[in-house]
């Protein structure tokens, strides 16, 4: 697998998967209605946050990740990421490996810490993800998300110092 930074011509590619795990509700605080316009500027961000791929050995997309400074001005120091993994396949390290590679970017680029802001609580294979990496779970908002089948249930703040 391949990490490499991510294109215009790759979002033909993410798209399907992106818009699939959008719209399911269970995991994104986005829109699902979300349109592929604003999908697309949403998640192909721009200089100094970045936006990469995770590719096979035949080019193609299996998941993808977004990097970026997660408060402005005086904390302009956390950093934040997102990751989607092509359902077609999880369960291959896909998520693992994403999540790794931001967290160096984030070291390497100087930042102090990560945090995630809404992690569902119910999205168990990401929250036990995130703690073997080193991340803790600092907080939750009480029914700070609305499940399409689980109801209201909460969204875990999770933060590893870099």
């Not at 998300?145 to 909460?154: A, L, Q, S, W």
């Amino acid at each position: 697998m391949l990490i490499r930074e991510a294109t215009a011509e790759d979002w033909p590619a993410i798209w399907p998967f992106f818009r699939q795990i959008v719209s399911a509700g269970e995991t994104f605080t986005y829109p699902l209605d979300l349109s592929e316009e604003d999908g697309q500027d949403w998640w192909l961000v721009s200089d100094p946050n970045r936006t990469v791929v995770a590719v096979d050995d035949a080019g193609v997309v299996l998941g993808t990740a977004k990097m970026n400074r997660n408060h402005m001005g005086n904390g302009s120091h956390i950093a934040s990421a997102s990751y989607m993994v092509d359902p077609k396949h999880s369960g291959r390290g896909v998520g693992r490996a994403l999540c790794e590679y931001t967290v160096e970017w984030a070291r390497a680029a100087g930042y102090r810490a990560m945090q995630f802001n809404a992690v569902v609580e119910t999205n168990e294979n990401a929250v036990k993800l995130y703690r073997s990496i080193g991340f803790e779970v600092l907080g939750t908002l009480p029914e700070g998300f609305r499940h399409p089948t689980k109801g209201f249930v909460g969204l875990h703040i999770m933060h590893m110092a870099l």
